[in-house]
């Protein structure tokens, strides 16, 4: 796969489409199974509490995967990805009920660099909580 993005067409401050994510503690146990992190603090709310954990929280890097989902589906190709990090500022809690909780995410153009790659900064947000920091990526556009 290629980058559909071309790097003269993109500015600096151009927003990428902003999108939202639902997680609930169905998703939880899903990304448990197929990341091998079974710590109850993410599907077992006793047990999230005894911690002093207000309910049961998603984990981090299903967080940050959901998060950099933003860029991969503005620039068509998630190999385009040259670097990504962030700080994990607050939990995703998740409750037990038919809604879950919601990631919301934006995301826009901080920086051109050399050799066609970009820096985005994303902004990922859940019940109007900051839930990660210093989210940046490094894309190599076409």
Do not use: C
Request: proline fraction near 5%.
């Amino acid at each position: 796969m290629t980058a559909k993005v071309a790097y003269e067409s993109v500015e600096v401050g151009m927003e990428l489409p902003a999108q939202s994510f639902p997680v609930t503690r169905a998703t939880l146990v899903q990304y448990a199974g197929a990341s091998g992190d079974f710590n109850p603090i993410h599907w077992n709310e006793k047990f999230a509490r005894e911690v002093g954990l207000p309910d049961v929280i998603a984990h981090g890097m299903f967080t940050m995967a959901e998060a950099i989902r933003v860029v991969t589906d503005w620039v068509g190709d998630p190999g385009a990805i040259v670097e990504y990090g962030v700080r994990f500022t607050k939990p995703v809690v998740v409750p037990n009920d038919d809604g879950g909780a919601l990631i919301e995410v934006s995301a826009k153009v901080a920086a051109l660099l050399d050799d066609n790659r970009v820096r985005v900064d994303l902004t990922a947000m859940s019940e109007g909580k900051k839930v990660l920091g210093m989210s940046r990526a490094v894309v190599r556009l076409g």
